[in-house]
């Protein structure tokens, strides 16, 4: 699946991923792919994005996320 | 007629000026390009959320209700003012704090005259320049531009709409300069909160898919909507902030022209004069030998 993450600064992230770990308002939860249509918010804590060869962790600061059609946008207020 | 010392020292002065509004020209270009690279990281995720935003409404029950939507008899005003923190840049801050005086005059002239006008400066210039008017104003965030992020301009907005939503004010306005182009500017004043209720578009496409809601449609909406707020915020901030460096560079373009039309009359009143000087002394020269003939 597509994952990007931005940020209103900048592209923080954007490339294929297995699965990606979300810091949800409600708990963490994880998407893989071809995940059903989601939008979800989210609070403080970890990204963690399983690329296959490497693990990539990001902290944010609150954001929503939003998957269709085996794509992931993030939009994160901030990056820690 | 000025001595040849004198024009030759004002020659050197109007050279070191120009020296300086050419430099400031220069460096004004090139944050303007960085200002301007600023305005196209934004653009994305404000797209992005606005689409969301129009996503999840589309699939709300109701338009949720926002405390930021609530719409009270206006007794008190803030007006947000985004100016720059520096001068030199022609008539930009001039032209917003006349603007913020003439939406004070035509749409608050009752609220000012019981002084239930405040003022929210973002940017030194405009901060001072209120005060000395005998405004309101809160100076929280003057230092804004050196390290212009999106994280501090959150913290402002965040500000205001607590402001707003424990009642302080009853409306908020923003005053600031849209960026068109490097030599104009477009100023908007703007109803910043509360948030004016839009028709929501019937049976919009995107809410034929079936989207897993988390939590609930409204609970999102009411975390979406101060987002937006945030970066309708933000984009202001870029805006002005592009906006002044472009009102920078053509200002001290100017100054530079007019500093080269300067020194061109300054050479010629300098030549002038030295050629007066050397006729004189030929005159004298002439003159002496003429009368040690006799």
Redesign the interface.
């Known amino acids: 699946m597509h994952l990007e993450i931005i940020t209103p600064d900048k592209k923080v992230f954007a490339g294929e991923a297995n699965s990606v770990t979300l810091p949800g308002s409600e708990g963490q939860f994880q998407v893989l792919n071809r995940h059903a249509p989601l939008v979800s918010t989210l609070g403080k804590g970890d990204v963690v994005i399983d690329t296959g060869a490497a693990r990539q962790t990001y902290v944010i600061d609150g954001g929503v996320v939003e998957v269709l059609n085996n794509k992931v946008l993030v939009l994160a207020e901030a990056i820690l | 007629m000025a001595s040849l010392k004198e024009v030759r020292s004002r020659i050197v002065s109007v050279n070191s000026t120009q020296q300086i509004t050419k430099a400031m020209k220069m460096v004004a270009a090139a944050k303007l390009r960085r200002a301007q690279d600023?305005i196209m990281?934004?653009r994305?995720?404000?797209q992005?959320?606005s689409e969301?935003l129009a996503?999840?409404s589309a699939g709300a029950e109701t338009s949720g209700d926002s405390p930021l939507k609530a719409i009270r008899p206006v007794e008190k005003v803030l007006i947000v003012v985004i100016t720059s923190d520096r001068g030199l840049c022609g008539a930009f801050n001039t032209n917003i704090i006349k603007a913020t005086l003439a939406l004070i005059d035509q749409k608050y002239a009752e609220q000012a005259r019981k002084g239930n006008v405040e003022i929210f400066a973002i940017g030194k210039k405009g901060a001072e320049s209120l005060t000395r008017r005998g405004m309101l104003v809160n100076i929280g965030y003057t230092d804004l531009f050196g390290r212009l992020?999106?994280?501090n301009v959150?913290l402002a907005a965040e500000e205001i709409m607590k402001a707003f939503t424990d009642g302080r004010y009853d409306a908020v306005d923003l005053v600031y300069n849209e960026f068109k182009n490097v030599a104009t500017q477009i100023i908007h004043a703007d109803r910043y909160l509360p948030i004016p209720t839009e028709a929501r578009p019937a049976n919009s496409k995107k809410a034929e898919?079936?989207?897993?809601?988390?939590?609930s449609e409204e609970?999102?909406l009411t975390?979406?909507i101060p987002?937006s707020l945030?970066?309708q915020l933000?984009r202001a901030v870029l805006d002005s902030n592009a906006s002044e460096q472009g009102a920078r560079m053509t200002a001290m373009d100017k100054a530079t022209e007019n500093a080269q039309e300067l020194l061109k009359d300054l050479k010629l009143v300098y030549n002038r004069t030295r050629q007066a000087a050397i006729t004189k002394e030929i005159l004298e020269i002439v003159g002496g030998a003429e009368a040690l003939k006799n």
């Open positions: 600023g990281q934004m994305p995720y404000a992005k959320l969301m996503t999840v992020s999106f994280v959150k898919v079936n989207y897993i809601f988390e939590p609970e999102i975390e979406l987002k945030k970066i933000y």
